[in-house]
């Protein structure tokens, strides 16, 4: 059987879960793409909490700018002052002053590729214990992965535990959680899962049933897919392959399963 079409993140399974079409034009046919401005904001205050973990100088302007651009962030800058994301930069750099105490890293922003393809924002020797409103308070002796998030806005959303267990079997360790970072300066918000040794063979076998059906189709499988007006990420605005999809011939009746495409 030949290899995979596609290398096996958690990325990668979210397109599949979301919308077949797309994940068949990125990482399949690789049709190219404008750079996307979302994942330039997110590298970029992944690169200021990166920072603030490790030693080094106080965020200055010059850092700033040309951090932006490395990212390519030139778009996303026009709407937003530099003086407002210095100033954002440097009150999420603050926040993570609440959780740098419990985290000991041995691994930021690094690739593990077996058994899956994960970036990993921060592999600890310990493991942050979070109080009841969500501040860590403390810390065992295991190792665990964090997951940053920027949150963008007051409202939280609910987190999907297929991502942290993806990365607990890429790793080795058994803990797990997100550390949701506010622009406002305000302490972050961690949740922690814990997995036992049922729980990662469980969500093995999901993942391999899930990328094994992947890895079968052929590309002629995706080629008739039609836009899906119920499903809001079926748009110009969050899809870079939308013009593709719209307009298609047949009628746009919602596939089975509701992965968010249609068949013709």
Known sequence: ???????HSHSALEQLLSCERRLWFEK??????APNVYFSVGNFYHAVIADALTPGPEITDAWLLERVRREEAGAWLQDVPNDRLLAEA???RSSVASIRPFV?????EQW?????????????ECTPIAGAD????GSSARPAVLDWKLVFGSR????????LALYCLSTGAKDAGFVEFFRDGRRPFLSMTSFNDYDLARWRRYFDAQFLALDRRGPEEA????????????????????RYCEGGEGDRAARPGGLGVADR
């Open 104 to 108: 000991r890293p041995v691994a930021i």
């Open 28 to 33: 399949i046919a690789k049709v190219p793409q």
């Open 134 to 137: 969500g501040v860590p308070v």
């Open 112 to 124: 593990f590729r077996t058994p899956y393809l994960a970036k990993v924002d921060c592999l600890s």
């Open 156 to 163: 939280r959303k609910e987190r999907s535990p297929a991502q």
């Open 1 to 7: 059987m030949p290899g995979p079409l596609i290398k």
């Open 223 to 242: 080629a008739y897919r039609l836009a899906d007006p119920n499903n809001p990420l079926c748009s110009s605005r969050w899809c870079p392959h939308w």
């Open 90 to 92: 440097k009150a999420v």
